[in-house]
């Protein structure tokens, strides 16, 4: 397979190239993680916390509708009414909440 001159003088040029822009290229993700990426994570972490401060944390009201939470055979865990990851607080039976532990 014969490659004529000019592909590989373009071949040559588009390598070195490549080669060329690849320095520093340590250094600067570097400098991106200080002056962006940590802020960034900073901002969020911010931003979640304040969030969560003004959140309320009373359970909604329960409504019990007919085409959510059937059962038509208990679980194979425990009394057979609470899912493998159950949370009193967040997850209600069929029939609402459970007490409150708060």
């Given amino acids: 397979m014969s490659v004529s001159p000019a592909a590989l003088v373009a ?10 822009s690849h320095e520093g290229g340590a250094r600067t993700w570097k400098i991106l ?10 901002v969020c972490l911010a931003n ?24 038509t055979k208990k679980f194979p865990w425990g009394d057979g009414n609470h899912s ?10 069929p029939d609402g909440f459970e007490g409150s532990h708060h």
């Fill in 33 to 42: 993680t200080f002056v962006l990426a940590l802020p960034g994570v900073g």
């Fill in 48 to 71: 979640t916390y304040m969030k969560m401060q003004a959140h309320s944390h009373e359970q909604p009201e329960f409504v019990p509708f007919p085409h959510l939470r059937i059962r």
């Fill in 84 to 93: 493998l990851f159950h949370n009193s607080h967040t997850n209600p039976l």
């Fill in 11 to 20: 071949r040559r040029v588009v390598a070195a190239a490549s080669h060329s």
